[in-house]
Nanobody, 125 residues
Framework: IQLVESGGALVQPGGSLRLSCATSGFSFENYGIGWFRQAPGKERKEVSCINTSPRTTTYYTGSVQGRFTISTDINKKMVFLQMNNLKPEDTAVYYC??????????????????YGKGTLVTVSS
């Protein structure tokens, strides 16, 4: 299984970014996928997750609800995280993650099985 993130950058507060994750080695039908982040000096934590089986559910941590949107392109095996109205506290390394048989997106808070190497997002003026 491979997860390769891209799209991290330096952005001003209030700005937007879209992160991408190219996946291979598994089917979205059998895996839940999501985004985690690790801020300097802090633990890695869940940001947003999605699963498609047995039904599609999504999860967002409270601090990003209404600002971030997770989406997928199943044909291209891509996962995206659209981030709007970015704040300095969103500064972190963002990781794409996957877990087999994740039947409810919110369960990703208990951890995933696979993580990419991460992409850095810095929100600063």
């Amino acid at each position: 299984i491979q997860l390769v993130e891209s799209g991290g950058a330096l952005v001003q507060p209030g700005g937007s970014l879209r992160l991408s994750c190219a996946t291979s080695g598994f089917s979205f039908e059998n895996y839940g996928i999501g985004w985690f982040r690790q801020a300097p000096g802090k633990e890695r934590k869940e940001v947003s997750c999605i699963n498609t089986s047995p039904r599609t559910t999504t999860y967002y941590t409270g601090s990003v609800q209404g600002r971030f949107t997770i989406s997928t392109d199943i044909n291209k095996k891509m996962v995206f995280l659209q981030m709007n109205n970015l704040k300095p506290e969103d500064t972190a390394v963002y990781y794409c993650a996957a877990k087999p048989d994740l039947r409810l997106a919110a369960m990703c808070a208990y951890g995933m099985s696979y993580y990419g190497k991460g992409t850095l997002v810095t929100v600063s003026s």
